[in-house]
């Protein structure tokens, strides 16, 4: 599947461990493409990591948010958080 991150398409991954808390986390393929496309982007002091995060309505464990890594032409999904707040990553 490809999706837009950053104005460029990439074939999207997702790691085991990626789909492993999407499954424990009720996230869907769906829903990790939305983040991915509509989400607000924070870089990680790594080039190309990144975390993209959204609150979605309905969801009590808000935001949900994804540790990605672009690896050309691909973007990676390490894997998938919920109730994630900005300085989490610290």
């Not at 009720?26 to 959204?54: A, P, Y």
Request: aromatic share 8%; with cysteine.
């Amino acid at each position: 599947m490809d999706v837009k991150f950053a104005n460029k398409m990439y074939r999207l991954i997702l790691t085991a461990h990626a789909r492993q808390r999407m499954c424990a986390r009720d996230i869907t393929l769906e829903t990790v493409t939305e983040i991915v496309e509509t989400g607000t982007v924070i870089e990680k002091e790594r080039n190309s990591r990144f975390w993209v995060f959204k609150n979605f309505l309905g969801r009590n464990d808000n935001s949900i948010c994804l540790s990605i890594a672009l690896e050309q032409p691909n973007l990676v999904v390490v894997t998938a958080l919920i109730n994630w707040r900005p300085n989490d990553e610290d």
